[in-house]
């Protein structure tokens, strides 16, 4: 795996999950219903950014980005970041 974190100059695998969404689907994030606010921390998640990082990049609380989740999660009938992400993937493989 380190070759291929290497070659794709990212560190994990959320990152090189976040790297292959935003090569292969750059509008995933839009809306899907979602409220503008809440689009926008989607678009963050499925970046990779972790809920402080998405507080600090949206000017938001720790704890209103980790409310805003999971809403998001509930939205799509997940139950987690992983889940979430490949929710998005499969949507991706099956378009």
């Known amino acids: 795996m380190k070759r ?7 560190n994990s695998r959320p990152e090189l999950i976040a790297y ?3 090569a292969t689907a750059p509008t995933l994030a839009d809306h899907h219903g979602l409220s503008p ?8 998640l499925l970046d990779g950014a ?14 209103t980005v980790h409310d805003y989740t999971t809403r998001i999660y509930r939205h799509f009938g997940v139950n ?3 889940e979430l992400l490949a929710q998005f993937l499969r949507t991706k493989r099956d378009a």
Do not use: I, N
């Open 4 to 10: 291929v974190y290497r070659h794709f100059e990212v």
């Open 20 to 22: 292959f969404l935003r």
């Open 37 to 44: 606010r809440l689009a926008e921390l989607l678009r963050c």
């Open 50 to 63: 972790s809920e402080k990082q998405a507080a600090r990049q949206l000017g938001l609380r720790q704890t």
């Open 80 to 82: 987690s970041r992983p």
